[in-house]
């Protein structure tokens, strides 16, 4: 019988599941959080759990809130975890998650050196994104054709609130959307960048959270940052992936 390890991670956004056999990430299942993380977190375990299954780790925001877990992990040990499995050999993690937005320093084995987090403020974050797609119809999933040879608008406020009344002010002067939206995530990436910067990474970049699926928040980020950007397929799971990795090393 095949040995596994899970990890969930409970995002404010999304709840996340990975299965991991010591070498492979196994399956994967994505659930929006909304406002049943219990919900959901359970929803993520009756799917992928089996007699195989000899170890639980959960991360994230609602982390305490399964009490089959084995062990509770914060995100940041995760994120570093399933990032430099899914890019070996990466020196940093930037993570843009639905609440908060991250910065991880990693050693030269793949563990936390250090890392600086923004969870005080909405700006920069997925919430941010979400509320300039409300405003400006732009169903998230189609960011990248949206903002295909715009030209960015500058967006001078930073906090959610202002920034609101800022596009709609520009809007109303007629401004494209698209324009609009690469001004709002050129602001987005500039601000994660100093925020990154601040741990002095010494070569590339892993980019995690649900806005890594978007190569123009990628190629932004680069831009704004001195060092190569990466992204993965499976960079939103990186935080359920690291869980189930750490799982695994405790079945060893």
């Known amino acids: 019988m095949a ?6 991670d409970c995002g404010s956004t999304t709840t996340k599941g990975a ?4 070498e492979t990430v196994v399956k994967t299942i994505l659930l929006p959080t909304a406002a049943r993380p219990r919900e959901r977190m359970g929803q993520i375990y009756d799917a992928m759990y089996s007699p195989e299954v000899e170890y639980l780790v959960t991360t994230g925001y609602g982390r305490e809130l399964l009490p089959q877990a084995h062990k509770r992990v914060t995100e940041i040990t995760c994120h570093a975890k399933g990032a430099a ?5 990466i020196s940093g993690v930037v993570d843009i998650g639905g609440q908060d937005s991250k910065a991880i320093l990693l050693d030269r084995d793949g563990n936390v050196a250090d890392f600086v987090m923004n969870d005080k403020c909405a700006a920069g ?6 509320m300039m797609g409300r405003i400006l119809d732009c169903p998230l999933d189609e960011i990248d054709a949206f903002t295909k040879d715009a030209k960015p608008v500058d967006i001078t406020s930073m906090c959610t609130v202002f920034a609101e009344s800022e596009i709609i002010s520009l809007l ?3 401004r494209a959307r698209g324009d609009i939206a690469l001004g709002v995530i050129r602001s987005i990436c500039q601000r994660t960048a100093l925020f990154a910067q601040k741990l002095r990474p010494e070569g590339d970049l892993f980019f995690s959270g649900g806005l890594a699926r ?3 928040f990628r190629k932004t980020l680069e831009s704004y940052i001195d060092w190569p950007v990466h992204t993965h397929p499976r960079s ?10 750490i799982g695994w090393q405790k079945i060893r």
């Open 3 to 8: 040995r596994l390890s899970l990890g969930i």
């Open 236 to 245: 939103q799971m990186a935080g359920a992936i690291g869980a189930a990795i």
């Open 85 to 89: 499995y899914l890019c070996p050999g």
């Open 172 to 174: 109303a002067q007629g």
């Open 125 to 130: 974050t997925g919430r941010f994104v979400e």
């Open 214 to 216: 978007f190569e123009v």
């Open 19 to 22: 299965l991991f056999d010591g």
